[in-house]
């Protein structure tokens, strides 16, 4: 070896306590040059990087061969060439992105097709981690990637066409240090953050969902914008007990996975709203029962204790959903870039293109499309792993700090 040779030695065994201490030991002993340092740890097995500069005539790789063996551990090393230099991080060329997979189709199978494609488009994996708890149901990617907007994008629809029919999920955000530093959340009501659609529960109680189904046949066709099909739908519920609209919001079925959502989210001090083109009068029951920090949707008129048929101006359209989030961003002083939507529907898209991360959460396939990520199984607490939140954080932040909450 050459003076101020660089090195790369790998340390691989059994997971002990005092490995590292004993190995930096010898290479401070010896004064020789650590120049990085990686560790990971699979299943209680240890794989230690470190990347030394050594002169020549330096006996620290055969004081760390011996100091291995000795412990019962495994280690090689190569020199590195001349032209060596620093991980892609620092190449301002570079691109570095968070590629998150979610589902219950993430096996062999699943990382294979993800990481052929990354391979394929010249992205280089740096490190990668599995974010589930138990099993393999969410995993995080960090590479680099030399290319414009555009072809990030490309990326994603690349990753997501090969995932497709493999029950996967896949996100791809740039990783820097404001996507771990969101703080803000809002989330569509209906069909998002509850189960059901409230116009339709009310219809009922009223006796006239096929009426309203069939308005709301209408607008998904394109015959309606989503202003006059919610007027005409909320006129058939004229004369209904607003008594009676009240119990329903008291019973609303939670959508999976929200109330751990959002208990994390508050401990962490994210700030959340619901943001609706349903009902205020079900989205403030929401705001109260679940810990949210704000709550925006129509207003029905009420007259003698029942339902005028009437919705109070203004209505929460599509552009009205976006413009709420920008003003809650604002109030609260919170970059746009840290903020994320989250809906299901059609409406929804504007307000999930405006956020710094938009998340379909099992939408159609259009929003899918639009909106930066999706979710399409399992609970909103998935949405964690977005964040790049592992699983077993999330179990000890709730051990330790959040109180049982109310479903």
Do not use: W
Not at 218 to 244: D, F, I, Q
């Amino acid at each position: 070896m050459t003076a101020n040779q660089q090195v790369l030695v790998t340390v691989t065994g059994p997971d002990t306590p005092g490995i590292t201490s004993a190995l930096t030991k010898v290479i401070a002993d010896k004064k020789a040059e650590l120049l990085d340092i990686e560790q990971v740890v699979v299943q209680s097995q240890l794989t230690l990087c470190l990347l030394l500069g050594v002169d020549q005539g330096d006996t620290v790789l055969k004081d760390l061969l011996f100091t291995a063996k000795s412990m019962g551990l495994e280690l090689s090393f190569r020199a590195l060439p001349p032209t060596a230099h620093e991980p892609s991080f620092f190449d301002p060329e570079m691109r570095r992105y968070a590629v998150t997979a979610i589902g219950d189709g993430v096996n062999a199978g699943g990382v294979h097709a993800i990481t052929q494609v990354l391979a394929e488009k010249n992205a280089n994996i740096e490190t990668i981690q599995r974010l589930s708890n138990v099993g393999l149901s969410s995993f995080e990617a960090i590479v680099s990637f030399r290319g414009t907007d555009d072809e990030s994008h490309a990326l994603r629809r690349a990753l997501v066409s090969a995932t497709h029919d493999r029950d996967i999920d896949v996100a791809v955000q740039r990783e820097r240090l404001l996507r771990r530093a969101k703080r803000l959340v809002v989330m569509d009501m209906d069909s998002t953050l509850i189960q059901i659609e409230v116009i339709d529960e009310l219809a009922r109680l009223h006796g006239v969902l096929d009426r309203v189904g069939k308005i709301t046949e209408r607008a998904m066709a394109g015959e309606l914008n989503y202003e006059a099909s919610l007027r005409e739908r909320v006129r058939l519920l004229e004369g209904l007990p607003y008594a009676k609209a009240l119990e329903l919001a008291k019973n609303l079925p939670v959508t999976d996975g929200a109330p751990r959502l959002l208990a994390v989210l508050r401990t962490l001090g994210y700030k959340t709203a619901v943001i609706s083109g349903g009902f205020l009068f079900a989205a403030n029951t929401l705001k109260e029962r679940l810990g949210l920090d704000y709550a925006y949707a129509n207003s029905l008129e009420v007259k003698e204790g029942k339902l005028t048929g009437q919705v109070i101006d203004p209505v929460v359209t599509p552009q009205r959903k976006a413009d709420l989030l920008d003003a809650i961003s604002q109030r609260e002083g919170i970059a746009l870039e840290q903020t994320i939507a989250v809906g299901d529907g059609a409406n929804d898209m504007t307000m999930l293109e405006r956020a710094g991360l938009g998340i379909a959460f099992h939408a159609k396939a259009k929003l899918k499309a639009a909106a930066d990520t999706s979710v399409s199984a399992g609970g909103l607490d998935r949405i964690l792993y977005l964040l790049g939140m592992r699983g077993h954080e999330v179990s000890e932040l709730e051990a330790d700090s959040i109180p049982s909450m109310p479903l």
